[in-house]
């Protein structure tokens, strides 16, 4: 079955700096989800990508595909303490329904 | 913006109680989904569900639980009789472009902390 490591587990940075969150599958990436949690919350989408070298920005979050190295990162410009939260990827597939989620990377910003 | 919506936010019942967690889909999605998070652990998938039926299952979806949808809103995940490792957060989650996970993100609902004493 389908594996999702992310790396590194925790981050934190001050205010300003840019940072990266890695996304690796043990399996041939189809379609790659980013979504942010926070504490107790629900998740929330942030982007999708489908295709190899896929590149997609969202405010201040850039999230690219490496389709070769079944790979994603997301980075993120000037962190803001907005920023702070979980960022988990998740994986998806042709065949079926199911998400799988990576182990998830706790990010805390501090001014 | 739509949102998924679910309640309780929080439920405590005791092991061997019937419990039903309630959502609110985002009004034109078609298909709907059950995942869990026990702390510290991965969100998993429990099920997803379209045209009024099951579509897939995980093995963590055994008799005890149950989905539903009563009526043109609400989607329902029913857990039979609780055990202690029921305990988790569960979401809700809607898409409204396909059922196949490579091209179809989902909108989940913040939660609801089920805890079985």
């Known amino acids: 079955s389908q594996e999702l490591e992310q790396s590194p587990q925790s981050l934190i940075v001050q205010e300003g700096k840019n940072l990266t969150i890695n996304c690796t599958s043990s399996?041939?990436?189809?379609?790659l989800y980013w979504y942010k949690q926070k504490y107790g919350e629900g998740l929330i989408f942030l982007m999708m990508?489908?295709?190899?070298?896929e590149e997609k920005s969202h405010e201040k979050i850039t999230a690219k595909l490496d389709e070769k190295k079944q790979q994603s990162s997301l980075h993120i410009t000037a962190s803001q303490p907005s920023h702070a939260g979980i960022y988990l990827c998740g994986a998806g597939d042709y065949n079926t329904d199911k998400l799988i989620f990576g182990t998830g990377t706790r990010l805390q910003v501090f001014p | 913006e739509p949102e998924v919506t679910q309640t309780p936010s929080h439920q405590v019942t005791q092991m061997g109680q019937e419990v039903i967690l309630r959502c609110v889909p985002i009004?034109?999605?078609?298909?709907f989904y059950w995942y869990r998070q026990i702390l510290g652990q991965k969100v998993e998938f429990l099920v997803s569900?379209?045209?009024?039926?099951?579509?897939?299952k995980s093995e963590i979806f055994d008799d005890q639980f149950s989905v539903e949808r009563p009526d043109g809103s609400n989607f329902t995940l029913k857990i039979r009789s609780t055990k202690l490792e029921d305990s988790a957060m569960y979401f809700c989650?809607?898409?409204?472009?396909?059922?196949?996970?490579?091209?179809?993100?989902?909108?989940f609902g913040n939660g609801t902390r089920l805890t079985v004493t």
């Open positions: 989650a809607s898409s409204g472009l396909s059922g196949r996970s490579y091209n179809s993100p989902l909108h």
């Open positions: 569900f379209y045209n009024n039926e099951i579509s897939e």
């Open positions: 399996k041939t990436l189809y379609g």
């Open positions: 009004s034109n999605h078609l298909y």
């Open positions: 990508l489908q295709k190899g070298g």
